[in-house]
């Protein structure tokens, strides 16, 4: 009897600790906001072109969001968000891909996001950024009471803007420069810090 209680107590131990060490192998990683802000650098560089540059990255639960801008005009080039726990760097939904008329869907989803170039990817857009804002506000006030718009971001085609409640960022919303259409982006998750990068 006692041989067998040692046996499992044996086992036990051995389980537990095989426990542990699976664990520690098979945890998840997740990468800091100084780790993301390398991988959006290293793709920068990538790019190969020497007018863009980072302006901003921002953590959230789901991801990190990287702005590219332009250091000639100043504008929004492009987003891209980092997965947290692979570190992959990708185009951001909605409006970064189906919005964004010099840098958008067509370049981005042939991996030569530099390469093609959509028109038109004029300044000149019918929808002003403080009329962007106007109807960003008007869409929160009916769909998320008690926010209110923030920075705004202008991109070829669209504005982007932070949300807040209570002084504190709460996401992002983007208005089409063309036809005020508002997209809500859903997929960050709570916001957790910023970055300023310029």
């Given at each position: 009897?006692?041989?067998?209680?040692?046996?499992?107590?044996?086992?036990?131990?051995?389980?537990?600790?095989?426990?542990?060490?699976?664990?520690?192998?098979?945890?998840?990683?997740?990468?800091?906001?100084?780790?993301?802000?390398?991988?959006?650098?290293?793709?920068?560089?990538?790019?190969?072109?020497?007018?863009?540059?980072?302006?901003?990255?921002?953590?959230?639960?789901?991801?990190?969001?990287?702005?590219?801008?332009?250091?000639?005009?100043?504008?929004?080039?492009?987003?891209?968000?980092?997965?947290?726990?692979?570190?992959?760097?990708?185009?951001?939904?909605?409006?970064?891909?189906?919005?964004?008329?010099?840098?958008?869907?067509?370049?981005?989803?042939?991996?030569?996001?530099?390469?093609?170039?959509?028109?038109?990817?004029?300044?000149?857009?019918p929808?002003?950024?403080?009329?962007?804002?106007?109807?960003?506000?008007?869409?929160?006030?009916?769909?998320?009471?008690?926010?209110?718009?923030?920075?705004?971001?202008?991109?070829?085609?669209?504005?982007?803007?932070?949300?807040?409640?209570?002084g504190?960022?709460?996401?992002?919303?983007?208005?089409?420069?063309?036809?005020?259409?508002?997209?809500?982006?859903?997929?960050h998750?709570?916001?957790?810090?910023?970055?300023?990068?310029?």
């Open positions: 009897m006692i041989e067998k209680r040692q046996a499992l107590g044996v086992f036990l131990v051995s389980f537990g600790v095989l426990g542990l060490l699976l664990l520690s192998v098979f945890e998840p990683r997740y990468y800091n906001i100084d780790q993301a802000l390398n991988i959006a650098e290293r793709y920068l560089t990538s790019l190969n072109n020497p007018d863009l540059a980072i302006r901003e990255i921002m953590e959230f639960e789901q991801n990190y969001y990287v702005i590219y801008y332009e250091k000639s005009t100043g504008i929004g080039a492009f987003e891209m968000l980092i997965d947290k726990s692979t570190g992959q760097i990708f185009p951001e939904y909605g409006p970064n891909m189906m919005w964004n008329t010099k840098y958008g869907h067509a370049g981005m989803m042939s991996g030569g996001m530099m390469g093609r170039q959509r028109t038109p990817s004029s300044l000149q857009m929808i002003s950024q403080s009329e962007a804002v106007t109807v960003a506000q008007q869409f929160l006030d009916k769909d998320y009471p008690g926010t209110v718009t923030e920075d705004v971001s202008p991109f070829y085609g669209y504005y982007t803007i932070d949300v807040t409640r209570d504190k960022v709460y996401g992002m919303l983007s208005v089409n420069s063309y036809d005020g259409e508002v997209w809500y982006h859903n997929w998750g709570t916001y957790i810090q910023s970055l300023e990068v310029a």
